[in-house]
C-alpha cells in the first residue's frame, strides 16, 4: 500500500491523513533484560526539576506537545548522561495516542510513545535504555505488555524496538475528520500478539 505522496498531498486537503506504520508489543510477564550502553546512562521517571530543565530544550511545537502530555497525567521517563539530558520517552495506561487518541489499551497494558534521543546522544544505546527502564517499572507494577507505533520510515527506531525482542506487524492508519479513524490489520492496544 505504497501511495504516492501527492496523493497523500491531495487526500489532507479533505482531512485525510494515512499512515504506514509498525505496531510492536514487548511481553512484559518476564523481565527484558539488561542493555550495556558505552557511556553512562541513569533512566528515571521526569521531576518537575527535569520537566523545566527539558522544556528549556525544545522547540515551540515539542513544548506544546510535551505540556499536553503532562496535563494528561502521562508518564514521562528521563535519560541523563552524568547531568545532561540524553533523550525521554512517555507511558501511557489508558489510550493509544497518535496525534489524537486512536485506541484504548487493555487494563494489562501501556502505550509507549514520543521517545527521544538529542542528537549528540544517538547511537549511544539511550533509546534502549529508555525502553528498558519503562518496560522494568511497568512488569514490576503487574503490567503484561506495552505496545508503541512507529512509522515504517523510522528505520532507527524500528531496528532499536526489534532488538529488544518485540513482536511487530504491519498496521495501515487512516485519520478521518472529526476524530474518526480506520485501522488495517489490528487490533492494536490489546496484548493478544504475546498471547
Not at 40 to 57: A, G, Q
Not at 58 to 78: A, V, W
Not at 136 to 158: K, M, Q, W
Request: with cysteine.
Amino acid at each position: 500500500m505504497l501511495l504516492p505522496r501527492w496523493f497523500k498531498d491531495f487526500l489532507k486537503i479533505f482531512g485525510i491523513r494515512l499512515h504506514r506504520m509498525y505496531y510492536f508489543e514487548q511481553d512484559l510477564r518476564k523481565p527484558v533484560g539488561f542493555v550495556e550502553s558505552p557511556i553512562p546512562i541513569n533512566v528515571k521517571k521526569t521531576s518537575k526539576e527535569d520537566t523545566d530543565e527539558l522544556l528549556k530544550l525544545l522547540n515551540i511545537g515539542e513544548k506544546k506537545r510535551f505540556e499536553e502530555c503532562l496535563k494528561e497525567n502521562y508518564i514521562c521517563y528521563i535519560a541523563k548522561n552524568e547531568e545532561k539530558i540524553a533523550g525521554y520517552g512517555w507511558i501511557n495506561t489508558e489510550d493509544i495516542f497518535f496525534n489524537r487518541s486512536i485506541g484504548t489499551i487493555a487494563k494489562n497494558g501501556a502505550y509507549s510513545f514520543d521517545n527521544f534521543v538529542f542528537p549528540e546522544f544517538r547511537g549511544k544505546k539511550v533509546f534502549q535504555k529508555i525502553i528498558t527502564a519503562y518496560c522494568e517499572d511497568l512488569h514490576n507494577r503487574g503490567y503484561e505488555f506495552v505496545c508503541n507505533l512507529t512509522e515504517v520510515s523510522n528505520i532507527p527506531a524500528v531496528k532499536a524496538r526489534e532488538n529488544l525482542s518485540t513482536k511487530k506487524k504491519l498496521v495501515f492508519i487512516i485519520l478521518l475528520p472529526f476524530g474518526l479513524r480506520i485501522i488495517l490489520n489490528g487490533p492494536i492496544g490489546q496484548g493478544k500478539m504475546i498471547k
